[in-house]
């Protein structure tokens, strides 16, 4: 993709996942970002909506010095908002979202191009419940197998900014490691979901099949609950 596609695409992809209808975040909640491939990314500006959103609403900042601030021994958590300003790329840009350095992570994957973090209303009635991200653990609908990959990534809960970067920077190795590729959908409990695309495209994609699959889950509650897919489904699908 040429470089000057990429903010339009992200505005694009942004506003989608912010239409009300489909209930993945309200007011401030969420945020997106994408890679320019040259060492810094485009993120979403703190505290803005995601369905008017434009070209004023993102800041470019620098991919290294975003990552520097999980092994600076200075940073904290209170702190870690104003430390972010010093990765803008134009220092005169709004403040980056608190959840930047989670993004950078994800983008360290080179294959990896746009990101997608939103609060979904049905992943959410799971993920803040008792079962957290063990029900998605299991698949039992093909298509969320091909969208969002055969394995997810999950995280427990912790405070946004710092704190869950460091859980998700050592989820995001340990996938790697044990896949040798970077999750597709990752989920946190008490919070919401990160879609890892390639695209723009996919990171939508992967959003709205998230949101399905977790409202089938639900569905097949009054049934009996899901019926699994049987080994060879996975064979078929290439997963
Ligand atoms: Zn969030």
Redesign the pocket.
């Known amino acids: 993709m040429l470089m000057k596609h990429i903010l339009p695409n992200l505005i694009r992809l942004t506003r989608e996942l912010g239409r009300e209808e489909r209930g993945l975040t309200i007011t401030g909640?969420?945020n997106t970002s994408a890679t320019l491939g040259d060492g810094t990314f485009w993120i979403k500006a703190s505290g803005l909506g995601l369905v008017n959103i434009t070209a004023r609403g993102f800041c470019r900042v620098q991919t290294d010095k975003v990552l520097a601030l999980l092994n600076d021994p200075r940073v904290t958590d209170a702190n870690a908002g104003a430390a972010m300003c010093r990765a803008l790329v134009n220092p005169q840009a709004p403040r980056p979202s608190i959840?930047t350095i989670l993004h950078a992570l994800c983008l360290t994957d080179p294959t990896i191009r746009f990101v997608a973090?939103t609060?979904p209303l049905g992943l959410l009635r799971v993920l803040c419940s008792r079962a957290g991200a063990k029900p998605f653990r299991r698949h039992f609908y093909p298509f969320a197998v091909v969208t969002c990959g055969r394995h997810i990534a999950a995280v427990g809960f912790h405070n946004?900014g710092l704190a869950l970067a460091l859980a998700v920077q050592k989820e995001l190795t340990r996938y790697r490691r044990v896949h040798g590729c970077s999750p597709r959908l990752l989920l946190m409990a008490n919070?919401?979901i990160v879609a890892l695309g390639r695209t723009a495209e996919e990171a939508l994609n992967i959003t709205l099949m998230a949101e399905k699959w977790a409202q089938l889950l639900e569905g097949t509650q009054r049934w009996g609950g899901p019926s699994f897919l049987p080994e060879h489904a996975f064979a078929h699908l290439n997963a």
Do not use: A, C, L, V
Request: aromatic residues 0%.
């Open positions: 909640e969420g959840e973090h609060h946004p919070h919401g």
